[in-house]
């Protein structure tokens, strides 16, 4: 039983990560984007690699340093960990350029964006990285455009099903 568990936790760390925040997509126009990194600690990335994090509800924002903090992302414990496992919704910080960091900063301050992470991801080293997107919110008659887009995709997607 112990060496299907352990095996099992192999396979689920050696595959790429993707946890996708689709509610943003819907919610918001996302004019750039940019890939950040994540300041972790203890078994957080562990959690990360079996797939159990959770960014629908997150946010980001700025303090008074000018570092950039992810917020609400739900990040559950690992189930192996310790006394010292880490807590499940915390501030996390982003990792920018400087120069990135700025633009951000002017553009939410001045436009009135939103930071929204978009994917939480392991890239090839094994290292999780957060896709965020600096975005304007939808009105309600867009976010009924991107409804009937989504219908007519699936539409079209089983009328190409069915000729095959």
Known sequence: MVLIQIAYLCCAMLKTINILNKRARFDYEIIETFTAGIVL?????KSIRLGK???TESFCEFNDDDELFAINT????YAFGNQFNHKARTERKLLLNRRELKSL???VETKGLTIVPL???TNEKGMAKLDIGLCRGKKTYDKRESLKEQDTKRDLARIKKEFK
């Not at 739900?74 to 414990?77: D, F, H, L």
Request: net charge neutral; no cysteine.
């Open 53 to 55: 994090a959770q960014i």
């Open 105 to 107: 900063r002017k553009s």
């Open 41 to 45: 600690t203890g078994t957080e990335i």
């Open 119 to 121: 994917k939480l991801f």
């Open 74 to 77: 739900s990040i559950e414990e």
